[in-house]
């Protein structure tokens, strides 16, 4: 069987990832507005 | 031979990887992106730049960006153990002021008219950098014991050590006929010594402080990698107790390694004196928040125990090309902070993703 490496900590990883994802969508934005 | 063992290593994992099944595969592929997406980010930023300003890939450009990390490199190495440990250094950027300052003060050039201490004779360069890497590492040390005996988190002490260095080079800039001026007119050996070149690159001198920040690194990989006390270190920075029960003296771990941190800002005190020619309270202000990003962004871990040589050199190359690419495209200073500070959120979001994973 796989190993589901989301298993018991589904949730902190999950806000992480979304916590990257927003946080590099700003600094994008904002280099971005540089050029 | 190494080089070979590399090569057969990552066929291996290639070859794994082409037996996963697509499921893994998938997800294999989202976590590199995930842990790598600060590198890939940063990486075409910089192409973004060097396209849009081809001046960036100047020799010169070039040269600013080496020679400004290499400045940086020493005092990243410095606070890079100190993370290691799972702690931190904040009186990093006050030690190299300090350092910086004696430095300057001992090798201004005789019958320059401001000079701090008049009667002081022309002081061989060597026994200003003994006398330097000397008063680091008593900083250093302050701060491992205190960090290491009373077990305090180095965060605190730090806090508490950086005023105490604060207030110490406020009083010195105040000795002699100086009255807390800013010390220049520096000796030609001292700014020879560091300044100076013998190599360039497409027109353009490699300053000589590039060099011994190469050398200081490959001391420090040595003692990382390949010493009992490079060992200790990572072993204490993981699990001190489990340390402790292994026979690692932790107690003196920590404190040589704050004190071998402490030499390295008096190291970086000594280039930067010279570098910067103008000496005065603000010298090293908030250099040791530079280096703790870019420690975090090559990868030394907070959750301690995790951090290589070659990932503070990336950190630190990585993060001024960036600064300098972003002045480059004239962006605001004030908004240089921001991105800063963004920079090391992620770089921290990652580090504790990758932590959590591993658990």
């Known amino acids: 069987m796989k190993r589901n490496i989301y298993e018991n900590i589904s949730i902190p990883i999950r806000i992480l990832d979304i916590t990257i994802g927003v946080l590099l969508a700003i600094l994008a934005f904002i280099i971005g507005t540089a050029f | 031979?190494?080089?070979?063992?590399?090569?057969?290593?990552?066929?291996?994992?290639?070859?794994?990887?082409?037996?996963?099944?697509?499921?893994?595969?998938?997800?294999?592929?989202?976590?590199?992106?995930?842990?790598?997406?600060?590198?890939?980010?940063?990486?075409?930023?910089?192409?973004?730049?060097?396209?849009?300003?081809?001046?960036?890939?100047?020799?010169?450009?070039?040269?600013?960006?080496?020679?400004?990390?290499?400045?940086?490199?020493?005092?990243?190495?410095g606070i890079a153990g100190a993370i290691i440990l799972t702690g931190t250094d904040l009186s990093a950027g006050r030690a190299v002021g300090l350092t910086a300052c004696v430095a300057a003060s001992l090798l201004q050039a005789t019958g320059y008219a401001n000079k701090m201490f008049q009667d002081l004779p022309t002081v061989p360069v060597f026994a200003v950098i003994l006398l330097i890497v000397a008063i680091g590492a008593v900083i250093g040390a302050v701060n491992g014991f205190c960090t290491a005996k009373f077990n305090l988190h180095p965060f605190i002490v730090t806090l508490a050590t950086q005023l105490i260095i604060?207030?110490?080079?406020?009083?010195?800039?105040?000795?002699?006929?100086?009255?807390?001026?800013?010390?220049?007119?520096?000796?030609?050996?001292?700014?020879?010594?560091?300044?100076?070149?013998?190599?360039s690159f497409g027109g353009t001198a490699i300053p000589n402080f590039v060099w011994y920040a190469l050398v200081i690194?490959?001391?420090?990989?040595?003692?990382?990698?390949?010493?009992?006390?490079?060992?200790?270190?990572?072993?204490?920075?993981?699990?001190?107790?489990?340390?402790?029960?292994?026979?690692?003296?932790?107690?003196?771990?920590?404190?040589?390694?704050?004190?071998?941190?402490g030499a390295l800002y008096g190291v970086t005190g000594f280039i930067e004196g010279a570098r910067i020619g103008s000496n005065s309270a603000a010298t090293g202000l908030n250099y040791e928040l530079d280096a703790i990003a870019a420690c975090?962004?090559?990868?030394?871990?907070?959750?301690?125990?995790?951090?290589?040589?070659?990932?503070?050199?990336?950190?630190?190359?990585?993060?001024?090309?960036?600064?300098?690419?972003?002045?480059?495209?004239?962006?605001?200073?004030?908004?240089?902070?921001?991105?800063?500070?963004?920079?090391?959120?992620?770089?921290?979001?990652?580090?504790?993703?990758?932590?959590?994973?591993?658990?």
């Open chain 2, 1 to 77: 031979m190494e080089k070979k063992r590399k090569n057969t290593r990552f066929r291996r994992g290639f070859a794994e990887y082409k037996a996963l099944e697509p499921d893994e595969k998938r997800r294999r592929r989202k976590e590199f992106l995930i842990n790598n997406a600060l590198y890939i980010f940063l990486t075409a930023v910089i192409i973004a730049i060097a396209v849009s300003r081809p001046r960036f890939l100047s020799a010169g450009s070039l040269i600013n960006i080496l020679s400004l990390s290499a400045a940086n490199l020493p005092i990243a190495l």
């Open chain 2, 166 to 199: 604060y207030g110490t080079l406020l009083m010195y800039l105040t000795l002699g006929t100086n009255n807390g001026q800013s010390i220049s007119g520096l000796d030609e050996s001292y700014t020879s010594f560091i300044n100076g070149s013998f190599i």
């Open chain 2, 217 to 261: 690194t490959i001391i420090m990989w040595f003692v990382w990698n390949k010493t009992a006390f490079g060992k200790n270190m990572f072993a204490v920075g993981s699990n001190p107790e489990a340390a402790h029960v292994s026979g690692v003296n932790v107690t003196r771990t920590i404190i040589l390694v704050f004190t071998l941190a």
């Open chain 2, 296 to 359: 975090v962004i090559g990868g030394v871990s907070f959750v301690g125990g995790i951090g290589k040589i070659r990932g503070v050199i990336m950190g630190v190359v990585l993060l001024r090309i960036i600064f300098v690419g972003l002045t480059f495209l004239s962006v605001n200073q004030n908004l240089q902070y921001i991105i800063k500070g963004l920079i090391i959120l992620i770089a921290c979001a990652i580090d504790m993703r990758k932590y959590l994973v591993r658990k």
